[in-house]
């Protein structure tokens, strides 16, 4: 079981240039989430795609930000143009389709991109 | 204005003695709670759960205890292992989670010192 995939796993980046990370969620999963870390807003949730449609993507802070989820295996999160205050850890995590509650709430997470904007 | 809150950053305890993380909430509406552990370089991973309907759930070394009427829920780990070391999130979900947004708290880095 390989898990939820991230890549990069860090990313280093100047301002203004754009940024893409990559993520492959578990496999018969159909949800699918993207996170932001950071030490003043700890984990905020950015959107979420169900099935592959965008369900809510309140979290996102500004139009720079956009997300894509062309399959059910691929999801792609874009900063253009990135700037310093970006600079945090992006998680992306998946939810499978239902089941015993728990494992229909547990959200699975993958290991981070680390996004520093010089 | 955070929903979930968790109000020590830090926690330090002794190898075998009890730990115990707190979270509070403002939303009534919540009805489900999750905690999960994070390692460094890792992604959190989800560890104990409670629904609404309950007032504790207990798995292994880990209970979690919630109080609605003070909108308060508590992480205990019994005894406490230097490998327990790590940053715990409390989240909270409305639905069951059904919605599919966790909101988390900040997190609070837990010691366990040998």
């Known amino acids: 079981d390989a898990g939820v995939i991230q890549s990069p796993r860090h990313e280093v980046t100047e301002m203004g240039q754009e940024v893409t990370l990559r993520c492959k969620p578990i496999?018969?999963?159909?949800?699918l989430f993207w996170y932001r870390q950071t030490m003043m807003r700890g984990l905020e949730l950015l959107i979420y795609f169900n099935n592959n449609v965008p369900i809510d993507d309140s979290g996102m802070p500004e139009d720079r930000f956009s997300a894509k989820m062309p399959n059910a295996s691929f999801s792609t999160l874009k900063i253009q143009p990135s700037e310093p205050r970006d600079s945090a850890v992006y998680f992306c995590?998946?939810?499978?389709?239902?089941?015993?509650?728990?494992?229909?709430?547990?959200?699975?997470f993958g290991p981070g991109t680390r996004l520093t904007v010089l | 204005d955070q929903q979930v809150k968790q109000n020590s950053p830090s926690l330090s305890v002794q190898e075998g003695r009890i730990s115990i993380l707190n979270c509070d909430y403002t939303?009534?509406?919540?009805?489900?709670f999750l905690w999960y552990k994070k390692y460094p370089a890792e992604g959190p991973t989800f560890l104990i759960s409670?629904?609404?309907?309950?007032d504790k759930n207990e798995d292994g070394r880990f209970t979690v205890f919630l109080n609605k009427s003070a909108k308060h829920l508590s992480l205990h780990i019994v005894p406490s292992q230097p490998g327990d070391s790590a940053v715990y999130f409390c989240?909270?979900?409305?639905?069951?989670?059904?919605?599919?947004?966790?909101?988390f708290g900040k997190g609070t880095k837990l010691s366990v010192k040998p």
């Open positions: 496999s018969g999963h159909n949800s």
């Open positions: 989240a909270a979900s409305l639905y069951g989670g059904s919605q599919g947004n966790l909101i």
């Open positions: 995590a998946s939810r499978g389709p239902g089941g015993e509650v728990p494992s229909y709430n547990e959200q699975f």
């Open positions: 939303n009534s509406m919540f009805d489900y």
């Open positions: 409670i629904s609404s309907i309950k």
